[in-house]
């Protein structure tokens, strides 16, 4: 059965329409009915709620409007990042590396990278390499100001 916080995916007529988390599911005043409320997931977002049997909440098919429709719980896919018994590349687990493979990466290093990005932005902004490097607004602004 859905339960609060999940993910499920709602068919209408055996085609999926939309995507919605679970955000609460509490008895209706009607004996074995409940109320679900789901946040769609959807531009804009909206809440709405639904009473329905819990086996409509398992999955069961029921009609609304004279529509089929079902509801069912999306599984989320095991990430490849995820921690496994034999396999150590959980990095929310270790404070002493980072997804770089760098142990102990300190405030220097970090330090020299953000150097060398801004460098080759300087080089891109002053037009020495404009293929795909990144472009500093503020310098881009400056640049076309002094064109001005």
Known sequence: MATENDIVLVYLEDSPIFFARVEAIWPDVKKDWFN????????????????????????????????KMRMEVVQVPRDE??????NNTDFSQSKNTNPFG?????????????????????ESVSGADKSGQVVSLADFQKKKKDNN
């Open 81 to 86: 990042f995820a921690m496994d018994e034999d």
């Open 36 to 67: 679900i409320e789901l946040l769609v997931l959807q531009v804009p977002v909206k809440l709405i709620v639904w009473t329905l049997k819990d086996i409509y909440i398992n999955g069961i098919e029921f009609f609304m409007g004279g529509k």
């Open 102 to 122: 760098n142990k102990n990466s300190n405030k220097k290093n970090i330090a020299t990278r953000g150097t060398e990005i801004k460098e080759s932005q300087k």
